[in-house]
């Protein structure tokens, strides 16, 4: 059953890899890769119950955290072209 | 010899999976961004939820079931969050509404928030 879980994340993670090749705006690319990365966490987590060493559930929560500052940069890079800008108020 | 445990664990598996699927074909065929993020949510919420919770059926009582719950909860707090950030700033944006859904709103008249 992990296989049949692993085959239908991994058709999961196509599928938004096209959709973020193929969005419009860079929101929908950014909405896909974000589903992509809870994919990973998810694709970690079944890996590794089929190799028999749950272990890797470190590296998926890793992965999750990862994936959350991650989302939050790239929007921040988006909104103000800058990273360093610390409030809203001095952007624009 | 299969445990009740075991089909409980299946089950939630093979629907979480269904679920995954399920938000990436909409996310490929629905006709603007405002409706994709719909589609983005059933995989954070159920997809993931299902899958996670298949897996903790699988572990028993131990400290993996801990380890998931914990990616559970971070999941289920992340990604609402950068959901909102993400829409927020596609609003702020003027990300524009399909045809479609602005043609089924347009017979009502006046309330329009598509600002």
């Known amino acids: ?92 | 010899m299969i445990s009740i445990l075991d089909i409980v664990s299946w089950v939630s598996l093979i629907a979480g999976s269904i679920f995954c699927i399920i938000g990436a074909t909409g996310l490929l065929r629905m006709p603007d961004f405002w409706t994709r993020t719909h589609a983005a949510g059933v995989t954070d919420t159920m997809g993931a939820g299902l899958i996670l919770v298949g897996l903790m059926f699988q572990a028993g009582l131990s400290l993996v079931a801990v380890k998931l719950v914990m990616i559970l909860v971070f999941l289920y707090i992340a990604g609402p969050t950068a959901g909102h950030a993400l829409y927020r700033a596609a609003h702020g944006y003027g990300v524009p509404m399909g045809e479609s859904t602005v043609g089924i709103r347009s017979p009502e008249g006046g309330d329009d928030d598509s600002h």
């Open chain 1, 1 to 92: 059953m992990f296989q049949v879980a692993m085959l239908g994340i991994l058709v999961t993670m196509l599928i938004a890899l096209i959709a973020a090749v193929r969005g419009p705006t860079v929101f929908d690319r950014i909405l896909a890769i974000n589903m992509f990365g809870t994919k990973t966490v998810l694709l970690i987590a079944v890996s590794g119950f089929l190799t028999g060493r749950p272990e890797w559930l470190d590296l998926a929560l890793v992965y999750a955290l990862v994936n959350f500052i991650g989302s939050i940069a790239v929007l921040k890079f988006v909104r103000f072209g800058n990273l360093a800008r610390d409030d809203e108020g001095s952007a624009s």
